[in-house]
């Protein structure tokens, strides 16, 4: 893709966040875009969903490995409000 002329790589953004997910932890329709932010030296940043307390219940793309997932925790029962899942 050809961003155009006056596109300027310089005025890229060091970190974008996004606070959008899927409830899915393993679905991948998203990966490759972070790859390419990551390639480009882009730390993304992506809430990590409002499906806990259960296991794998962090969403896409926050559960990438190319991710950095942000979710607030609280402990109900003993139990987390959002967990990890393996991707």
Not at 41 to 63: D, Q
Request: aromatic residues 10%.
């Amino acid at each position: 893709m050809d961003p155009g002329p006056s596109c300027d790589p310089a005025n890229a953004p060091d970190v974008v966040n996004n606070s959008w997910s899927a409830n899915s932890g393993g679905l991948d329709v998203f990966r490759d875009d972070v790859q390419a932010l990551r390639a480009a030296g882009i730390f993304a940043a992506f809430a990590a969903g409002n499906s806990g307390p259960y296991g794998s219940s962090v969403g896409a793309p926050a559960s990438y490995p190319e991710s950095f997932s942000v979710g607030a925790v609280t402990r109900r029962h003993g139990r987390f409000l959002l967990r990890p899942g393996t991707f």
